[in-house]
């Protein structure tokens, strides 16, 4: 007899939690079953294997036969559903506990590769925010302190030689947006920050120090 996963009839490699225990709980429901036909056995006296004739080969009148066979046939029906949701229990957690593996590493993997293309598609920054006043544009455009520069305008990594290219950048681009893209927590960030005058000094409202490498 093949046992039926209630309503999760779901593919066999999708097995769930749910699955396990709606198994499980049928297991329960199988040995109370069969603990109930022992019962009716013990109750007449005979037990599984006990003599259902007299010593002259008559069946015995002090015991109801019929339901005798019937409580031994079907706890050897039951042992057999028994033994076949132990079984599918087993596999099912083998299969559960399979896919949460697959899973794990997988997820490792991904967070491996994402760690490493981070570290390969972010350049080396050439300078580092260390103010923003309050009210500038750079304070406006999202610039913050510790942000590592990676572009600044048409200057990048590869042709930076000095902050008076990026004073240079800025002179020309009054009013106009730039896009700076930095370094924070180790994300590339991009925000666009337009050079214009503010209250305070200059066009920006930021120090920028180079990094030396």
């Known amino acids: 007899m093949k046992m039926m996963t209630g309503e999760n009839s779901t593919e066999a490699s ?5 699955d396990v225990r709606n198994l499980i709980k049928k297991k329960d429901e199988i040995e109370e079953q ?3 036909y022992y019962d009716v056995l013990e109750d007449q006296g005979v037990g599984l294997e006990g003599a259902l004739v007299d010593e002259e080969g008559y069946p015995r009148a002090d015991i109801n036969l019929y339901q005798i066979r019937t409580a031994r046939h079907n706890i050897s029906c039951l042992q057999n559903d028994h033994k076949a949701i132990m079984a599918e229990i ?24 994402e760690a490493m293309e981070q570290q390969v598609t972010l350049p080396p920054p050439f300078a580092r925010v260390d103010a923003v006043t309050q009210g500038s544009p750079a304070s406006g455009a999202g610039l913050r302190v510790g942000d590592e520069v990676i572009e600044f305008g048409s200057v990048n990594t590869g042709n930076f030689q000095n902050l008076q290219n990026i004073a240079a950048v800025v002179q020309h681009s009054d ?3 730039l896009r700076v893209t930095v370094i924070r927590d180790g994300q590339k ?6 050079p214009q005058r503010w209250s305070g ?3 920006l409202g930021c120090n920028i120090v180079p990094i030396h490498r």
């Open 14 to 18: 999708e097995v769930t939690m749910d």
């Open 90 to 113: 087993e596999e099912a957690l083998h299969k559960l506990h399979a896919r949460e593996k697959a899973k794990r590493e997988c997820d490792e993997a991904e967070a491996q590769e």
């Open 34 to 36: 069969i603990k109930a």
């Open 189 to 194: 960030t991009q925000m666009s920050l337009t």
């Open 201 to 203: 000094r200059g066009l």
């Open 175 to 177: 009013g106009k947006p």
